[in-house]
Every structure is written in structure tokens, then in C-alpha cells.
């Protein structure tokens, strides 16, 4: 089975967010199965410096897009092949998607729609390569036209997997950037890739991938709703039989306490002192009252109404009279990272809001901490929740998407069977947070249960290989190999 995974980050060469660490992680846990995956992604000099000795396989002139080269590395871990499409004028820049103030770059239409175009050729019959995938696996709407270029090039075009990581960034661009994109005047339609007047690149890949997936059952029922479809439930509601729900994994190795190079001290289920003493150098670290007995709540994400971090922010009050301190990591939406700012300087020794992206404090964040928030008002699947577990810090997370699908509610009854691994909020809103926290706090000073919710965690397999399986399961349907 040869696939080629066709993305627009992924870790460690470039990322923004999951997306990257799926397209890091996945590839290999399916060449580990056997796949032959080989991963296509943008030129990003930054990403192309990480990739060891890079070779050139042709250099072309584009009539819309002028001078682009194909050259290929290799993952510098896992040793994953990687084409690079080379373009200065798209690639070339500090922001993978935006500029430095958090506007998309006005040609994002173009630079994604050569991301698609690429996957197309190098997966269809004209491929230059030696390398003829039987599935093209796309990401996002950063690779949604690719399926469409497909359809329009052959009667029976190469299979694709279209995956959904976020229905809420549709790559939705005015009309006229059709014609620059190659992409015939019929295309435009209801059923194609026109949405209401404008043209989206992620409705032609839901629209034209032979099979759609998204990154949790919960998720990929949620999204044929109203509430969670973004506009897109109808499409996704009649393709349901092509719809697969299969869970991220998380990167096991990356994200070990026993072997982390960020912590101070390593630790793991059988021995937990690493983890106190993380916490106590994390307040340290943060200028936080180092107290070992003092719950610390972490937080880890993307500053933006998804995350749910502006209904933490309006239970802040209530929070600091459950006699907790909090870390919060993020970077985002300008009134957020202002209001963290805000909180920090009124608490200094309660709440510390480092605002940025910061890999090392991040993992130090899910190591030294006691309990991690997570109240998404949607997820698709999530992965700090994931990562926490795994580090014995059991989360606190809205009843959405992966997040469901992930963590399991310290009920008494899940308490006394080991199921039980985190906290979860049937509505989100400041006042179920609170409470959950208070649930949280209430079973941390009772060391001996908590150590057992937290061990819980630690045990579960968030490991690739299953959902590898899952992939190449829905990859042998479409391409009966
Ligand atoms: P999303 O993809 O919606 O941002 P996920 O939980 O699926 O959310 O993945 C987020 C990833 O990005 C995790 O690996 C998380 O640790 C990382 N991350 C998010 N914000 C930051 C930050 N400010 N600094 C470091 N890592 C971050």
C-alpha cells in the first residue's frame, strides 16, 4: 500500500497546532504497519533546513504560479520521506498561514491551491515520480482542492481520504480566484465546491475525496448537526456512509514523562517524585508561590473562543477562592492574550499567563501541574487532554468530540473499577467548571484515590497503531489493494 499524506504542517518542521502532529506522527505509525507513507508539505525554508541533505527531483514554470521545484528530505526521527515544494514567493515567510498580526496572507488561495495541485499530479497518472500512490491522504481545507483537481483530470481518478482536523477553517476565497486556480467553471456549483457565492477549499475536498474522515467518532457524528457542522452538515450528512470517525494518537515517545528532555525530573506511574519536583521548579519557573500542597491548574492552547479559555477567564473569581493557582500557556485572539495578561498582574504568585508558543514549557506545563483544563467549546479530538493523562494530570473537559471520546469521568463507580481519568462537564459554562474543579480539589487532598485517577491515565494507550489500522483499513476499501 503506498500512500502519499499531503499537509500543510508537520512536526517537528512546521507547525501551528494538532494538524502538525497528526501529520508528524501518522505517517510513520503507518509505515511502521507496513505503508509506504510518504508525506508532501510546503517548502518552508525553516522546515526544509530540518530535513537533512534535501535532493532536487525536477524544476518546473507554472503558467499561474511561475517557478516551483519538487525536492525531497527526510523527517529527521523518524526518517519519514518528505517532498518539499519549493516556491520562494509563497513559502518564504515567517507565518505558515498568516502574517505577524494574525491577518491570513491575501494569496493563501494561491499558495494552498499549489499545495493541492501537487498532490494531485504527483498522485495521479502523470506523476514524475517513481513513487505512484494508491490512495492520496489530504488534511484541511490547505489540500481540499486537491481531490476536485483529480476528478477533473480522469475518469477514474486516484482514491482519496479527505480528513477533517477542523470544520471551522474552510479556506473560503471570492469566486474569481477559480480561473487562476485551474479549476473548470463547473466546478462552481452547489454540488462542487461553490459555498454560498464563494468558492471553499475545504467543500471540494468533503465534496470530491472518495472517502471523508475526521479525528473522533463523537466528532464526525457531531458535525452532521446543525450546531457543529459549520455549515456543512447537509454535505456531511448525505456522505455519512463515506464518513469515518478514527482517533488521533498521540507521539508516545515525544510525550513521555520517563524519558522527557524538557522536565527537570523524570517520572512515571511507579515513581511519582519526578512529578512533585516538576511541579515545585514549574512555580518557580513561573513566579508562582511555590507550595507543593496548593492545587495548580495548567492550561496549554490556542488562545481562541474553541479553546473556551474566556470561560475559564470569567471563573477566574470564583477559581482562586477554591485556593488554586494557575499556569496558563497560549498564544491567540488579541482580547484574550490581553485579558490573561490582565489576570496575571492582578494575581502575581496565583496566576501566571505566559503568552506565545513555548514547546518546552508546554510540556513542562503537562508534567508539573495537578489538573489540566480543557473546556473546548468543540474538539475534534484534541490531543492536550491526551498528553496530560499521559503525565498523570488528569483533565478537567467539556462532553465534545475527542474529548468524549477520551476522557472518563471520576464517578464513584468509574473511581472504584480504574476506569475513571479526568473530569467532565456535561454544559460549558463557568459555573459547571467551577464545580468540576471543586470535584477536582476535593479528590486531590485524598492522595491515595487521586494517585489512582491519576495512574489511570498513565496507563492508557494513546499510541498510534490501532488507528494506523483504522487508516489502512479505510485506505484497502477505497483502493480494494
Ligand atoms: P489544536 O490543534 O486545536 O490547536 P490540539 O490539542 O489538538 O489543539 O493540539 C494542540 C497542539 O499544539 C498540542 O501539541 C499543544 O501542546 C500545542 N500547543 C498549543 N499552543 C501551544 C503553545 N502556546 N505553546 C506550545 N505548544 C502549544
Same mark, same amino acid.
Given at each position: 500500500?503506498?500512500?502519499?499524506?499531503?499537509?500543510?504542517?508537520?512536526?517537528?518542521?512546521?507547525?501551528?497546532?494538532?494538524?502538525?502532529?497528526?501529520?508528524?506522527?501518522?505517517?510513520?505509525?503507518?509505515?511502521?504497519?507496513?505503508?509506504?507513507?510518504?508525506?508532501?508539505m510546503p517548502g518552508y525554508p525553516a522546515a526544509m533546513a530540518k530535513a537533512g541533505k534535501l535532493l532536487e527531483i525536477f524544476r518546473i514554470k507554472l503558467p499561474e504560479h511561475g517557478e516551483t521545484a519538487l525536492l525531497v528530505g527526510a523527517?529527521?526521527?523518524?526518517?519519514?520521506?518528505?517532498?518539499?515544494?519549493?516556491?520562494?514567493?509563497?513559502?518564504?515567510?515567517?507565518?505558515?498561514?498568516?502574517?505577524?498580526?494574525?491577518?491570513?496572507?491575501?494569496?493563501?488561495?494561491?499558495?494552498?491551491?499549489?499545495?493541492?495541485?501537487?498532490?494531485?499530479?504527483?498522485?495521479?497518472?502523470?506523476?514524475?515520480?517513481?513513487?505512484?500512490?494508491?490512495?492520496?491522504?489530504?488534511?484541511?481545507?490547505?489540500?481540499?482542492?486537491?481531490?476536485?483537481? /483529480?476528478?477533473?483530470?480522469?475518469?477514474?481518478? &486516484? !482514491?482519496?481520504?479527505?480528513? %477533517?482536523?477542523? $470544520?471551522?477553517? *474552510?479556506?473560503?476565497?471570492?469566486?474569481?480566484?477559480?480561473?487562476?486556480?485551474?479549476?473548470?467553471?463547473?466546478?462552481?456549483?452547489?454540488?462542487?465546491?461553490?459555498?454560498?457565492?464563494?468558492?471553499?477549499?475545504?467543500?471540494?475536498?468533503?465534496?470530491?475525496?472518495?472517502?471523508?474522515?475526521?479525528?473522533?467518532?463523537?466528532?464526525?457524528?457531531?458535525?452532521?448537526?446543525?450546531?457543529?457542522?459549520?455549515?456543512?452538515?447537509?454535505?456531511?450528512?448525505?456522505?455519512?456512509?463515506?464518513?469515518?470517525?478514527?482517533?488521533?494518537?498521540?507521539?508516545?515517545?515525544?510525550?513521555?514523562?520517563?524519558?522527557?528532555?524538557?522536565?527537570?525530573?523524570?517520572?512515571?506511574?511507579?515513581?511519582?517524585?519526578?512529578?512533585?519536583?516538576?511541579?515545585?521548579?514549574?512555580?518557580?519557573? /513561573?513566579?508562582?508561590?511555590?507550595?507543593?500542597? &496548593? !492545587?495548580?491548574?495548567?492550561? %496549554?492552547?490556542? $488562545?481562541?473562543? *474553541?479553546?473556551?479559555?474566556?470561560?475559564?477567564?470569567?471563573?477566574?473569581?470564583?477559581?482562586?477562592?477554591?485556593?488554586?493557582?494557575?499556569?496558563?500557556?497560549?498564544?491567540?485572539?488579541?482580547?484574550?492574550?490581553?485579558?490573561?495578561?490582565?489576570?496575571?498582574?492582578?494575581?502575581?504568585?496565583?496566576?501566571?499567563?505566559?503568552?506565545?508558543?513555548?514547546?518546552?514549557?508546554?510540556?513542562?506545563?503537562?508534567?508539573?501541574?495537578?489538573?489540566?483544563?480543557?473546556?473546548?467549546?468543540?474538539?475534534?479530538?484534541?490531543?492536550?487532554?491526551?498528553?496530560?493523562?499521559?503525565?498523570?494530570?488528569?483533565?478537567?473537559?467539556?462532553?465534545?468530540?475527542?474529548?468524549?471520546?477520551?476522557?472518563?469521568?471520576?464517578?464513584?463507580?468509574?473511581?472504584?473499577?480504574?476506569?475513571?481519568?479526568?473530569?467532565?462537564?456535561?454544559?460549558?459554562?463557568?459555573?459547571?467548571?467551577?464545580?468540576?474543579?471543586?470535584?477536582?480539589?476535593?479528590?486531590?487532598?485524598?492522595?491515595?484515590?487521586?494517585?489512582?485517577?491519576?495512574?489511570?491515565?498513565?496507563?492508557?494507550?494513546?499510541?498510534?497503531?490501532?488507528?494506523?489500522?483504522?487508516?489502512?483499513?479505510?485506505?484497502?476499501?477505497?483502493?480494494?489493494?
Amino acid at each position: 500500500m503506498k500512500v502519499l499524506f499531503a499537509t500543510s504542517e508537520a512536526h517537528p518542521l512546521a507547525k501551528t497546532g494538532g494538524l502538525a502532529d497528526v501529520s508528524g506522527a501518522l505517517p510513520a505509525a503507518l509505515r511502521e504497519i507496513g505503508v509506504d507513507a510518504r508525506v508532501l508539505m510546503p517548502g518552508y525554508p525553516a522546515a526544509m533546513a530540518k530535513a537533512g541533505k534535501l535532493l532536487e527531483i525536477f524544476r518546473i514554470k507554472l503558467p499561474e504560479h511561475g517557478e516551483t521545484a519538487l525536492l525531497v528530505g527526510a523527517f529527521p526521527d523518524s526518517g519519514v520521506p518528505v517532498y518539499f515544494i519549493e516556491h520562494a514567493g509563497y513559502y518564504a515567510r515567517e507565518g505558515l498561514y498568516q502574517d505577524n498580526s494574525g491577518h491570513d496572507w491575501p494569496d493563501n488561495a494561491m499558495r494552498f491551491g499549489l499545495l493541492s495541485q501537487f498532490a494531485a499530479l504527483l498522485a495521479g497518472p502523470k506523476t514524475p515520480l517513481d513513487f505512484r500512490p494508491d490512495v492520496l491522504h489530504c488534511n484541511d481545507w490547505q489540500t481540499g482542492l486537491a481531490p476536485a483537481y /483529480l476528478h477533473f483530470e480522469s475518469a477514474a481518478p &486516484t !482514491p482519496t481520504v479527505f480528513t %477533517v482536523h477542523n $470544520l471551522s477553517y *474552510q479556506g473560503i476565497f471570492p469566486p474569481e480566484e477559480l480561473k487562476q486556480l485551474g479549476l473548470p467553471q463547473e466546478s462552481f456549483a452547489i454540488d462542487g465546491i461553490e459555498y454560498y457565492g464563494n468558492l471553499s477549499f475545504l467543500k471540494a475536498g468533503l465534496f470530491y475525496a472518495s472517502h471523508l474522515t475526521t479525528v473522533s467518532p463523537t466528532y464526525a457524528s457531531e458535525i452532521q448537526t446543525e450546531t457543529f457542522g459549520a455549515g456543512m452538515h447537509g454535505l456531511l450528512a448525505a456522505r455519512s456512509q463515506d464518513l469515518t470517525g478514527i482517533l488521533n494518537g498521540i507521539d508516545m515517545r515525544e510525550w513521555n514523562p520517563a524519558t522527557d528532555p524538557h522536565l527537570v525530573a523524570p517520572y512515571s506511574a511507579g515513581n511519582l517524585a519526578g512529578k512533585a519536583a516538576g511541579k515545585l521548579a514549574l512555580q518557580t519557573e /513561573l513566579g508562582l508561590q511555590v507550595d507543593p500542597g &496548593t !492545587p495548580l491548574l495548567g492550561m %496549554v492552547s490556542r $488562545l481562541t473562543t *474553541q479553546k473556551g479559555s474566556d470561560v475559564v477567564i470569567e471563573a477566574v473569581p470564583q477559581l482562586l477562592r477554591l485556593g488554586v493557582q494557575l499556569a496558563v500557556l497560549g498564544g491567540g485572539e488579541a482580547g484574550l492574550e490581553i485579558a490573561w495578561r490582565r489576570l496575571a498582574d492582578a494575581h502575581p504568585g496565583r496566576i501566571a499567563a505566559v503568552i506565545g508558543y513555548n514547546e518546552g514549557l508546554a510540556h513542562r506545563i503537562e508534567a508539573g501541574a495537578d489538573v489540566f483544563l480543557m473546556p473546548s467549546r468543540f474538539e475534534p479530538c484534541g490531543l492536550n487532554q491526551m498528553y496530560s493523562q499521559r503525565y498523570g494530570t488528569p483533565p478537567v473537559v467539556h462532553k465534545v468530540g475527542g474529548l468524549a471520546d477520551t476522557v472518563t469521568q471520576a464517578t464513584l463507580g468509574n473511581l472504584a473499577n480504574g476506569m475513571a481519568t479526568g473530569f467532565v462537564l456535561d454544559r460549558l459554562d463557568s459555573e459547571s467548571l467551577v464545580s468540576a474543579v471543586n470535584r477536582a480539589v476535593i479528590l486531590y487532598r485524598h492522595k491515595l484515590a487521586w494517585q489512582k485517577l491519576m495512574r489511570n491515565g498513565m496507563a492508557r494507550d494513546f499510541g498510534w497503531t490501532k488507528s494506523a489500522h483504522q487508516y489502512l483499513g479505510v485506505y484497502k476499501k477505497i483502493s480494494q489493494t
